[in-house]
């Protein structure tokens, strides 16, 4: 007899979820799981109903390949970044802790991802419990981010320690053999005036300098039709292990127009981001950022926010914008292609 069970219902245990609601989203309902193609009914007990597309197509597999469950763990950070930055911290903590009890139970995960999981999950319901959703996301973004690389984070994102005075230590570097601080798996995406009809466009790409050292370039052309006038690459959200740090020095050169580091942190208004302006010549050189000369801004607009702190950055931009930092018209803005290149982005300690 075949067993059909609907893609996108799954019932998974109430205590996963770590919240209690009003009632209505529990029932006397049994769970199901999947090994392999046979389908197995549990005893019946509180759960809560979660909606889930990928997960009932990997349960079923006959494969527990490590392929199998980094797609799952990026399809999880693909629709959890989105929760997490729109405020829903709970609905991305929720949804990744779904998918690491589901990579566990279902025996997807295993060795060293099992016990990271594992981990992950009780440091999330722990925090989860005592209401702080966004650490109970963090718990387990971690996680993914670490098995996703393959690596426990060490001197970049997502590790911390005690800091010397004068101390800087890399976030973003081009060629790094320690993959938690390269650009690649920063995962950059391009954020264009396309959003509000302008027709800017850039990429970012790993290029070499006169000498062959690897770099990255920041390239595209702006354009002012359709109202446009930004162009920006943006990381995914991580943790960046900034919480001793003073600022951020980027190693770069450009075409001497006007560039701005744009961060997005924990604490503020969806759509906030601490900006600074910084102008890169033609000559290689370090340019210091200090957080605390970072202006919080909304869609240009300057607002009322916290100090920015590194301890709460969440994703990072690199922009090319008609307005400033400030809010004003760019002196030196003009239509047409603009390049900078960059070698490295640290955090540092004064």
């Known amino acids: 007899m075949n067993l059909r069970i609907a893609p996108l219902l799954f019932a998974v245990p109430h205590q996963t979820l770590g919240s209690r609601t009003n009632g209505s989203a529990y029932g006397r309902v049994r769970q199901v799981t999947f090994k392999k193609d046979r389908a197995f009914v549990l005893p019946v007990r509180r759960t809560a109903l979660v909606r889930c597309s990928t997960l009932p197509k990997l349960w079923g597999s006959s494969t527990n390949s490590d392929s199998t469950m980094k797609a799952a763990l990026k399809e999880a950070i693909q629709k959890g970044a989105p929760l997490y930055n729109s405020g829903d911290t709970t609905g991305c903590w929720r949804l990744y802790s779904q998918t690491a009890e589901f990579l566990v139970e279902g025996g997807l995960a295993t060795g060293c991802a099992k016990k990271r999981l594992q981990g992950a999950i009780e440091e999330g319901r722990s925090a989860g419990l005592q209401g702080r959703s966004s650490d109970a996301a963090w718990a387990l973004r971690n996680a993914f981010d670490e098995i996703l690389m393959g690596s426990q984070p060490t001197s970049g994102a997502g590790s911390s320690g005690v800091r010397r005075p004068g101390e800087a230590w890399s976030l973003l570097e081009v060629g790094s053999k320690d993959p938690s601080v390269s650009f690649d798996a920063a995962g950059f995406g391009p954020v264009n005036d396309s959003v509000m009809?302008?027709?800017?466009?850039?990429?970012?790409?790993?290029?070499?300098?006169?000498?062959?050292?690897?770099?990255?370039?920041?390239?595209?052309?702006?354009?002012?039709?359709?109202?446009?006038?930004?162009?920006?690459?943006?990381?995914?959200?991580?943790?960046?292990?900034?919480?001793?740090?003073?600022?951020?020095?980027?190693?770069?050169?450009?075409?001497?127009?006007?560039?701005?580091?744009?961060?997005?942190?924990?604490?503020?208004?969806?759509?906030?981001?601490?900006?600074?302006?910084?102008?890169?010549?033609?000559?290689?050189?370090?340019?210091?950022?200090?957080?605390?000369?970072?202006?919080?801004?909304?869609?240009?607009?300057?607002?009322?926010?916290?100090?920015?702190?590194?301890?709460?950055?969440?994703?990072?931009?690199?922009?090319?914008?008609?307005?400033?930092?400030?809010?004003?018209?760019?002196?030196?803005?003009?239509?047409?292609?603009?390049?900078?290149?960059?070698?490295?982005?640290?955090?540092?300690?004064?």
């Open 197 to 350: 009809g302008g027709r800017s466009s850039c990429t970012l790409q790993i290029g070499r300098d006169d000498l062959g050292a690897p770099m990255v370039v920041f390239s595209g052309e702006l354009s002012s039709a359709g109202g446009g006038g930004f162009a920006s690459v943006r990381t995914e959200p991580r943790r960046w292990g900034c919480e001793d740090a003073d600022g951020l020095l980027v190693e770069a050169r450009g075409d001497g127009r006007h560039y701005k580091v744009n961060i997005m942190a924990e604490g503020v208004q969806p759509g906030v981001a601490y900006r600074m302006d910084f102008v890169a010549n033609g000559e290689w050189g370090r340019i210091k950022l200090p957080f605390s000369r970072f202006t919080p801004s909304f869609r240009g607009n300057i607002v009322e926010a916290p100090e920015l702190r590194g301890g709460r950055m969440v994703q990072m931009a690199i922009m090319v914008s008609k307005l400033t930092d400030k809010g004003m018209p760019t002196p030196d803005y003009r239509v047409g292609n603009f390049k900078l290149e960059i070698k490295s982005i640290k955090a540092y300690k004064n």
